[in-house]
């Protein structure tokens, strides 16, 4: 049942933190299954509170009548009575009966709701009640508790714990089968409407019907746990939220979801929210009712209300309601438990709740946020302060899908917004960014386009940006952004503003948490415009990222077969993915992938994506090339994090493309952040594996390629393009001394155009050649970024003791690396006829001494005077982040 009334007593900012240290543990109830006997009765409760209605009325000591017409708040039909026709005791019964009210009644309908608030209020312990529910179209029947005190605040932050609910029990639905459901529940969270509730609906066994008979409906509440039963079977269990660590000590996502609430913190004023045993560790009273109607019973089954269902006769009859206390340990609960295999486990017994995973703690690395870029980020929603409008997503032939923000009569101001209060979607959680650590070269920007000026010719246009829930905030016109131009009606344009001169101004960078652009307050009513890209970012900055396997394997990355005696091996595939790794399961059960674990040939290097958790994903292309009887295996993806202290192992179809493997090459996609929420910790990753689920795999052969955990469309600057079909501008084919002229030709389907070079008998480089004065920087790509080009040999210089070459040069040779072609990470010689890539990477050049921030040679040739007769060609060459 809901409520929608309440007292709040704040509390203590200590609160937060003993929630959070007493969730960093195990949240089972250290129950030993094997020692339970399930046969035997439950022993070790004591009985401290019943009411066995054997008396002539009602107990006024033990139960108070609530009298009122408002609805239970839940838009219910009936007003509540202390009439005895509406309640009351007979034949060893209390007996509750919904009736029709007289003619011109405020409701149409009269009942009773009974409470022990003042009374009898508990914390923990087996409480149970015999009964018989009401039937019928409309009716609605509950055993259920409230906090006492509300410690926590109001409805629902101070929780609620429905032990059983019906709703029209015995209606037929268009099958004729009668609705015979019962459901224990629990509501916690936010204050509504934000409020949220998670249990589960039991059916009695033989198609019996909870209207027909007598039952006993129970929870056993303990810290921590609380589970539902009818007739002594276990059927629901819920629990507090576990929260999960990093390496570091910090929360960053929920190893259980479970419970929770929101309360203010009496130091600070501030919302927090709590994972802990909170809000079902404070005192809470009984309650029974029969409502009519209501938002739940007049939605579902024949809907609304059967007049006809509610008279004497159709009773909420209760034989007894009894209270019981654990003796082996009454502060906790534990210590009783009545439990059975599978009632802690998800799927069967255990439920998840609803609880929001934590906001990654600011860890003072520099990353990036991007708050709209033609896709919606659900922690940061468009939104309107005060005008009425609801901002909405349209195409442009220009951007592709952007947000349209409208201004009215009614002054307002518009933008983005991460904020607890505005965020709807249930993936968003508040994301204030800390900015801090690129204040020296970061930017707030978006792109805007006006597509209708203020009414008002006087009006400016403006941007705002707050902090900490607006403690800091800095609001200029659009004109004092770094391209100093006003909007100007139907094009596109850019406005930046750099962090460091917000942080000048004042604004405080370490929890930005509303980007607003709009007309001056109260100016712009008419103006009609939308808003693309907006982030906060270091233009040209890298993201972490890891390239795991392409056309090669990254040693300190090894391919792995865990188990079953295999070496997975690098073989040529099509022309599209050329070097690939290939795994094949024999007869032992095995698991295969990627390892950085020291012990088992790996780096010992975990990856750090922690930065990457909004946006990041691990993505890899797989190809099943065998596959006997293994066609219903589930192929699975698994990751590892700190020598598997914490993993998540997901079907391939729980991909971000949601396909399964098939004989053709298939992308997937996993999100960092669904991973870390699923328990991952992201600061040490170690091991990726692919494969078909263990034990089903045998004789399965398949290829995997671009096997990476990066930051898809980040800041990080993309890779320079060489050639790729054409040479860059500014840059050209060149021969260094041979006075040959290198072309461009036509090669497969796959490359297209592609750079061709012909060694003579004259000794000389070739390769690609910046116009003078045209460096390409690097830099910012060093820790990630590579030099790439693929090459195929149409002919073979004469001389065979001919070494192929690598060499890159900087800032008109001043700085120069030169290496074999076997030096790459594919450490192989070219071969006639083949495509073949070669892969340097960026800071194994810089070490090597390459100054990377002006580069203006790449040269790829046989050693000097030893190429004649030479033919080969280059494509898909690039400089940085691949």
Not at 577 to 582: A, K, N, P, Q
Request: include cysteine; glycine fraction near 10%; hydrophobic fraction near 40%.
């Amino acid at each position: 049942m809901k409520i929608t009334s309440g007292t709040t007593k704040y509390v203590s900012l200590g609160l937060l933190f003993a929630s959070l240290q007493g969730c960093g543990g195990d949240t089972n109830t250290n129950t030993d299954i094997g020692s339970v006997d399930l046969s035997a009765p439950v022993t070790g409760w004591n009985l401290v509170w019943s009411d066995e209605f054997d008396g002539s009325s009602i107990d006024a000591a033990k139960w108070t009548h609530e009298v009122n017409c408002s609805g239970g708040g839940n838009q219910e039909s009936q007003c509540y009575t202390d009439a005895p026709e509406n309640s009351f005791v007979a034949d060893g019964m209390l007996n509750i009966v919904a009736l029709k009210a007289a003619e011109g009644a405020e409701k149409p309908y009269t009942s009773a709701r009974l409470s022990t608030k003042g009374k009898a209020d508990f914390s923990y312990g087996r409480i149970e009640m015999r009964a018989k529910l009401p039937s019928g179209q409309g009716s609605w029947a509950a055993f259920w508790m409230l906090p006492t005190d509300n410690v926590y605040g109001i409805w629902p932050r101070s929780g609620e714990i429905d032990i059983v609910e019906s709703v029209n029990l015995k209606v037929k639905d268009a099958e004729g089968k009668s609705e015979a459901t019962v459901h224990g529940t629990l509501h916690y969270g936010r204050e509504w409407p934000k409020n949220e509730y998670s249990g589960q609906s039991y059916l009695l066994p033989n198609g019996a019907n909870p209207a027909d008979d007598f039952h006993t409906y129970a929870i056993e509440w303990q810290e921590g746990e609380i589970r539902w039963y009818v007739d002594g079977y276990l059927f629901a269990t819920q629990r507090r939220s576990e929260l999960r660590y990093n390496a570091k000590g910090e929360p960053v996502g929920l190893a259980h979801k479970g419970w929770f609430t929101e309360y203010y913190d009496q130091s600070t004023g501030k919302l927090q929210l709590a994972w802990g045993n909170q809000p079902f560790d404070e005192k809470f009273h009984l309650l029974l009712n029969f409502a009519v109607g209501g938002s739940w019973p007049t939605s579902v089954n024949q809907t609304g209300i059967d007049d006809s269902a509610f008279h004497a006769n159709n009773r909420y009859q209760v034989d007894y309601v009894r209270v019981y206390q654990c003796q082996a340990n009454p502060d906790t609960g534990k210590g009783c438990e009545t439990v059975r295999p599978g009632y802690d486990k998800l799927g069967d017994g255990l439920i998840e709740g609803k609880a929001p995973a934590p906001v990654p703690p600011s860890d003072g690395l520099p990353k990036d946020l991007v708050i709209f870029d033609s896709s919606v980020n659900p922690s940061w929603p468009a939104w309107d302060c005060c005008g009425g409008s609801t901002p909405s997503l349209v195409d442009d032939a220009d951007k592709g899908q952007v947000y349209r923000f409208v201004v009215g009569d009614s002054p307002t101001v518009n933008g983005f917004i991460s904020r607890d209060a505005f965020i709807t979607d249930p993936a968003g959680t508040p994301s204030p960014f800390d900015a801090s650590p690129i204040e020296s070269t970061g930017v707030l920007s978006f792109a805007m386009k006006v597509v209708s000026a203020p009414a008002n010719p006087g009006s400016t246009w403006m941007m705002k940006v707050e902090s900490s829930e607006g403690a800091t905030a800095v609001e200029l016109p659009l004109t004092a952004s770094s391209e100093g131009a006003a909007p100007a009606v139907g094009s596109w344009q850019t406005f930046s503003f750099p962090l460091s001169e917000l942080a000048a101004k004042g604004l405080d960078l370490s929890a930005i948490d509303v980007v607003m652009v709009f007309p001056a307050w109260g100016t712009g009513s008419g103006a009609e415009y939308l808003l693309d890209e907006v982030k906060i970012a270091r233009p040209n900055a890298s993201l972490p990222s890891l390239t795991i396997f392409t056309d090669n394997e990254n040693p300190d990355w090894p391919m792995w077969d865990c188990c079953g005696g295999s070496t997975p091996a690098v073989v040529s595939d099509d022309a599209v993915h050329g070097i690939v790794s290939e795994f094949s399961i024999g007869a032992s059960p095995t698991v295969m992938g990627y390892i950085n674990r020291t012990a088992l040939g790996g780096g010992g290097n975990p990856f750090d994506a922690s930065s990457l958790y909004e946006n990041g994903v691990i993505q890899f292309d797989l190809k099943v090339v065998n596959a006997p009887g293994v066609a219903n295996a589930p192929w699975l993806f698994k990751v590892e994090s700190d020598n598997a202290a914490t993993a998540v192992e997901l079907p391939l179809t729980a991909s971000v493309e949601g396909s399964a493997p098939s004989a053709d090459w298939q992308t997937f996609t996993f999100r960092l952040k669904d991973l870390a929420d699923g328990g991952l910790d992201l600061s040490a990753i170690d091991v990726l594996m692919m494969f078909p689920a263990w034990g089903q795999g045998e004789g399965a052969v398949y290829r995997v390629d671009n096997v990476k955990i990066y930051q898809p469309g980040s800041g990080a600057p993309s890779a320079f393009g060489l050639f790729a079909d054409a040479v860059a501008d500014a840059w050209s084919l060149w021969d260094c001394c041979a006075g040959s002229t290198p072309s461009v030709e036509a090669d497969d389907a796959a490359h297209g155009a592609v750079a061709q070079y012909v060694i003579g008998a004259q000794p000389t480089v070739v390769g690609f050649f910046a116009d003078d004065g045209v460096y390409h920087d690097a830099s910012a790509a060093v820790d990630s970024g590579v030099v790439r080009f693929e090459m195929k040999l149409v002919s073979a210089p004469s001389d065979p003791s001919s070494v192929w070459k690598f060499k890159i040069e900087s800032g008109d040779a001043a700085t120069a690396v030169e290496l074999n072609l076997t030096d790459s990470l594919e450490g192989a010689a070219p071969v006639v006829g083949a495509w073949q890539t070669y892969t340097f990477p960026l800071k194994t050049l810089t070490d090597m001494g390459l100054d990377a921030s002006a580069i203006d040679v790449v040269m790829v040739f046989p050693a000097w005077g030893t190429g004649d007769g030479a033919v080969f060609r280059l494509d898909n060459a690039l400089i940085g982040n691949p």
